[in-house]
């Protein structure tokens, strides 16, 4: 079960305003990449489900977090159906992401109060994902889409919470263009995580580029 309840993770996931979004098929890297996102300043981490087994590798990562990260939520990525996302919300998932809306998906997470955070593309998506329970929806793929498409969503429905994921990168200039367009926070992936960073085992160096991040996440906010 989930170690937080819908409101906590909300608040941890907009308050920091950014959450990295990270897959290795190695428990201890992942491990040490969680460890160092949190000692960057991270609250909320995702890990997604990509790889054969990777329920197992979830596993052993939320009891890792609940005992060396205290404070930190961690969610489950990549949910595209009910059944996955109930197996993950048993391992201990926090919050749900998923890369496509599925309301079967809001029904099993509203069940256990976790968020559910779905990938949108249009205005009319967003639309249904709310009358569903969503929260908070994700605009993806960012970078496809673009800052103007989240400026123009905001017109109409202003009392939306958006995060932007696909395409992020932490620079400056990077956030303030989505944060300045109106998104609460956004997801960075590989961008956060450079390939020669993980192999060469460089977790300071993680750490510091949160660091950066989150530091041009309350810049943006002014």
């Known amino acids: 079960m989930a170690k937080f309840d819908k409101v906590q993770v909300l608040d941890k996931v907009i308050s920091t305003g950014m959450v990295p979004v990270f897959y290795n098929s190695d428990v ?22 990509r790889g054969d087994f990777a329920h197992e590798i979830f596993g052993e990562l939320s009891k890792f977090v609940r005992k060396e990260c205290p404070d930190m939520a961690i969610g489950i990525g990549s949910i595209v159906d ?31 109060s976790v968020p559910y955070v779905p990938g949108c593309g249009s205005v009319s998506e967003v639309g249904f994902a709310q009358e569903v329970g969503c929260d908070l929806c994700k605009v993806f ?11 123009s969503l905001l017109a109409p429905l202003p009392w ?21 367009a109106g998104a609460k926070c956004v997801g960075m992936g590989s961008k956060l995580f450079p390939k020669d960073k993980i192999d060469g085992k460089n ?8 660091k950066n991040a989150l530091k041009y996440v309350q810049e943006a906010r002014g």
Do not use: H
């Not at 201890?28 to 000692?39: L, P, Q």
């Not at 793929?141 to 400026?151: E, H, I, N, R, T």
């Open 203 to 210: 977790w300071d160096e993680i750490t510091e580029n949160c």
């Open 160 to 180: 939306t919470k958006i995060m932007v994921t696909g395409g992020v990168e932490p620079s400056k200039e990077n956030i303030s263009k989505w944060l300045g």
């Open 28 to 49: 201890e890297v992942s491990k040490n990449v969680i460890k160092a996102c949190y000692a960057g300043g991270v609250r909320a981490f995702e890990f997604t489900n």
């Open 82 to 112: 009910a059944p996955t996302a109930a197996l993950y919300m048993q391992l201990g998932a926090d919050f749900v992401v998923g890369p496509l809306f599925n309301p079967d998906v809001a029904k099993v997470c509203n069940r256990r």
């Open 141 to 151: 793929p960012g970078d496809v889409l673009g800052a103007s498409f989240v400026k």
